[in-house]
């Protein structure tokens, strides 16, 4: 889809998954689970869309980048939750093109970690190799890709739906071991089937 599409969903809200806050599932993990990743950190969140999840990770302690390749997105993330300081920046970018993000000094082993929600769903089913190649090759050794997977088995999109047993094995095929992976719980009432998955370069 292209950017100006996203620009008009942000603009009119209809871009189907803002909950005005964190995912529950993300946020009950990562305050409460003892399994859960801690900081400190530079970790990447992309398609941030209004930032609540980047804004999250910087109240815990870490260095959040909220990556949106739409304008709209970015600007609605710093009306929400601040523009530019130590701990939370803002970037539009696109996840895959690999010199705007050197350029912003994203580069290659330079993040600690990625935590992936509603990015995966919106890009074309198509890409998400590509996606979990480029999330890969930005994480240092044994950085962490946290995500919440939207597996719903309807047609149409985005989001589009992932099916928890084919998503696993695309994981591994790009070279992360699986910690964790399994079905949320607290997720949102309109959100069915969500997944959760903690997974190490």
């Known amino acids: ?51 609540h999840e980047a804004a999250l990770l910087a109240e815990l302690g870490y260095e959040a980048i909220g990556l949106d390749f739409s304008s709209e997105a970015i600007h609605r993330a710093q009306a929400v939750h601040g523009s530019d300081r130590a ?17 912003a000094g994203i580069s290659p082993g330079s993040l600690q970690g990625v935590l992936e929600h509603t990015c995966f769903c919106a890009i074309d089913p198509a890409q998400r190799g590509a996606y979990l190649e480029a999330v890969q090759k930005l994480l240092d050794p044994g950085g962490w890709l946290l995500g919440l997977f939207w597996c719903h088995q309807r047609p149409d999109g985005p989001p589009w ?15 992360f071991h699986p910690e964790i992976w399994e079905p949320a719980q607290g997720s949102a ?13």
Do not use: H, I, K
């Not at 305050?31 to 900081?39: F, K, L, M, V, Y």
């Not at 701990?87 to 350029?103: E, H």
């Open 189 to 201: 009432p309109e959100r069915d089937n969500e997944w959760l998955g903690l997974w190490r370069r």
């Open 87 to 103: 701990d939370l920046r803002w970037l539009q970018a696109d996840l895959f093109d690999g010199m705007a993000l050197a350029a």
């Open 1 to 51: 889809m292209a950017v100006s599409n996203w620009d008009q969903r942000y603009r009119e809200g209809s871009d189907r998954w803002e909950l005005g806050m964190p995912a529950p599932p993300l946020e009950t993990f990562l305050r409460t689970d003892s399994r859960a990743p801690q900081p400190p950190g530079r970790v990447l969140v992309p398609g941030c869309g209004r930032g």
């Open 161 to 175: 739906g992932s099916d928890p047993a084919l998503l696993e094995q695309q994981l591994g095929e790009a070279g």
